[in-house]
C-alpha cells in the first residue's frame, strides 16, 4: 500500500478563461478499486492525463507507482496479438497471460491471430489483462464498456472486483457496483471522496442535498423574518428619537431628552444585532447547494403516424463480404414500441438499425417502412463532430434557441457554446446528437448506443423523458439499468 498525492493542483487548457481544476489537494490508496464519476466536461479524463504527466500544471502530484492507461493505443492492429503484447509488457509470462485471459473467459488461441480480427470485447480483455500484470503499476482505466454487450460487462466486473490499484470511469451504474469499494466524484464545487460503491454515494448525496435544500429554506424564512424585524426596530428608533425635539406636552412637562436617546440608541443597537444575525445567516446560506445538480426535464416531440406498424422486417440477412452477421431476422415495430435490440458484439444490431434506416449496407431479405415515415437517427460514433454548435443547429435545420437550451440542461456551460465541437470531450460529443435528436419532430427515432461516455445524471434525463413522451424507438444499448426501465420488448439476436 501506498499513496498517491495531489497538492494544490491547479489546471486550465490554453485559451480558456476557466480552471478545470483550482487548488486541489486529496490523496488516494494504491490499493484501491476506486469509480471515477462526475458529469461530462468536469475533467475526469483530463486528470487521468495530468497523472500520466501529459499536460503541464500547476500544483504537485507524487507517486511511487507507474501509471498506465486504458484504453491502450494499438498502432498496427494487423499484427498478431502476441506481438502487442510484448510491446505493451516485454517481461510477460505467458503463463500468467493465459491464466488473466482464462479469469476473462478469452480462450488462448486469440493470442496468435491479427489484433484487429479480435471483438471490441475480446481486445479489451487482452488489453486489461497485460496492464494488470505489470509490476508496481497502478491502472486508470477510462470507460472500459463502451461498446461492449451486457455479457461482456459482467464477465468484466467479475474480473475487476478480483484486482486492486485502479481508477475507472465508468457511467454505468450495475456495472460501478459491482467492482468498486471508493468512489471519487468531481462535483460542482469541489472533489468528494467516499468508502463504498456508486449506489451508496449517491444515497449518501442525496440525504446531503436533502439536507441542505431543507436548511436554505429554514434560513430563507429566517433571514426575511430577521430582515422585516431589523427594519420595524429601525424604524421604532426613528419615531422615539423624533420625540426629542417636540415642545412641551399638555401638562407643560419637557420631553427628558436623555431619557429619549438612551431609548432610542438601545432600540437602534437592537436592530444591529438582529442585522448581524441576518448577515450571519446569509452567510451561512452562501455555503449552500453548491453541489446541487441541477437536472430539468428535457422534451421531445414525437409525431403519430396513422399506420399502426411503422416497421417490417422480414428475412433480413446482413452480410459483409463472406460472411453474414445475421440470418433470416423478423422484426415489426408498432406505434409507441420502445424496443431494445440486444447481443452479443457482432450479432448485427447496428447493422440492422442501419437497414431500417435505409442506409446502403448489403443485406438481403425486405424491409418495409410506412409511407411518409420520418426518422431521427443517433449513431454510435460521435468523433467525426466538429465546428461550431450554431453551424450544426443551421446544417441540420434546428432551431438553435431550442438546441441551446436542451444542451444546457444537459449541463453545457455558457462557454461550452463558444467551444467548436472537436474539443469537446465524448460525452459531450454525445450529447450534441441526442440534442440534435430530442430537437427533430420524427414518427421513429432509431438510437444506436446513445448513452456511451453519458454522465449518470444525465441518462437519468434521458430515461425520463422517453418514459413521459413515449416515442416510438428501436435502440440498442447496454446499460442494464437502462434497459430495464425504458424498454417495452427486448429483442435478442
Known amino acids: 500500500m501506498s499513496l498517491i498525492q495531489i497538492t494544490d493542483l491547479t489546471f486550465g487548457y490554453d485559451g480558456s478563461s476557466e480552471t478545470i481544476f483550482e487548488n486541489v489537494s486529496f490523496q ?14 468536469r475533467g475526469k479524463t483530463t486528470f487521468l492525463k495530468l497523472l500520466l504527466g501529459k499536460y503541464e500544471y500547476r500544483g504537485k502530484i507524487s507517486a511511487t507507482v507507474e501509471f498506465s492507461y486504458f484504453p491502450y493505443e494499438v498502432l498496427d492492429k494487423e499484427k498478431d496479438t502476441m506481438e502487442i503484447v510484448y510491446t505493451m509488457h516485454p517481461y510477460c509470462e505467458h503463463w500468467e497471460l493465459v491464466k488473466e485471459l482464462s479469469l476473462l473467459q478469452v480462450a488462448e488461441e486469440v493470442l496468435y491471430r491479427p489484433f484487429h480480427t479480435l471483438s471490441s470485447g475480446e481486445q479489451t480483455k487482452v488489453l486489461l489483462a497485460v496492464l494488470f500484470l505489470k509490476e508496481n503499476n497502478f491502472l486508470l ?26 481508477i475507472l470511469v465508468s457511467h454505468d451504474r450495475v456495472f460501478l457496483d459491482t467492482c468498486i469499494d471508493h468512489i471519487l466524484s468531481i462535483n460542482k464545487a469541489n472533489i468528494d471522496i467516499q468508502r463504498g460503491n456508486y449506489s451508496s454515494w449517491m444515497q449518501n448525496k442525496q440525504l446531503e442535498d436533502s439536507f441542505e435544500l431543507a436548511e436554505n429554506e429554514k434560513l430563507k424564512k429566517d433571514i426575511k423574518r430577521l430582515s422585516d424585524a431589523a427594519k420595524r426596530s429601525a424604524n421604532w428608533s426613528a419615531r422615539v428619537e423624533g420625540t426629542k425635539f417636540k415642545g412641551r406636552d399638555a401638562s407643560g412637562i419637557k420631553p427628558d431628552k436623555g431619557h429619549i436617546g438612551h431609548k432610542a440608541a438601545k432600540m437602534m443597537k437592537r436592530s444591529k ?75 448485427g444490431k447496428s447493422s440492422l438499425l442501419r437497414v431500417i434506416c435505409g442506409q446502403e449496407i448489403p443485406f438481403a431479405g425486405r424491409c418495409y417502412t410506412a409511407s411518409g415515415l420520418i426518422l431521427s437517427y443517433i449513431p454510435q460514433d460521435a468523433s467525426f463532430l466538429q465546428g461550431e454548435l450554431s453551424e450544426f443547429a443551421y446544417e441540420h435545420q434546428l432551431s438553435e434557441t431550442q438546441f441551446k437550451t436542451i444542451l444546457r440542461e444537459l449541463d453545457f456551460s455558457r462557454e461550452d457554446f463558444n467551444r467548436r465541437m472537436e474539443y469537446f470531450s465524448d460525452g459531450q460529443k454525445k450529447k450534441v446528437l441526442l440534442a440534435k435528436s430530442l430537437c427533430e ?26 418514459l413521459r413522451y413515449a416515442p416510438t424507438l428501436p435502440f440498442v444499448e447496454h446499460d442494464k439499468g437502462f434497459v430495464e426501465k425504458v424498454a417495452t420488448r427486448i429483442e435478442e439476436l
Open 28 to 41: 488516494l490508496d494504491t490499493d484501491w478499486r476506486l469509480g471515477f464519476t462526475g458529469r461530462n466536461g
Open 141 to 166: 482505466i477510462d470507460e472500459p464498456t463502451n461498446h461492449l454487450d451486457g455479457e461482456t460487462r459482467q464477465v468484466l466486473a467479475k474480473y475487476l472486483k478480483t484486482k486492486k490499484g485502479f
Open 273 to 347: 444585532v438582529i442585522e448581524n444575525r441576518q448577515a450571519t445567516a446569509i452567510e451561512k446560506k452562501k455555503s449552500l447547494l453548491k453541489n446541487i445538480e441541477t437536472a430539468n426535464p428535457l422534451k421531445i416531440t414525437p409525431l403519430v403516424h396513422s399506420s399502426e406498424v411503422l416497421v417490417r422486417c422480414e428475412n433480413i440477412s446482413i452480410g459483409y463480404g463472406e460472411k453474414s452477421v445475421v440470418k433470416n431476422i423478423q422484426l415489426s415495430i408498432k406505434n409507441g414500441e420502445r424496443i431494445a435490440l440486444v447481443g452479443k458484439n457482432g450479432s
Open 441 to 466: 419532430e420524427a414518427h421513429l427515432y432509431v438510437w444506436d448506443e446513445p448513452l456511451n461516455f453519458i454522465d449518470v445524471l444525465s441518462r437519468v434525463q434521458i430515461e425520463e423523458v422517453l
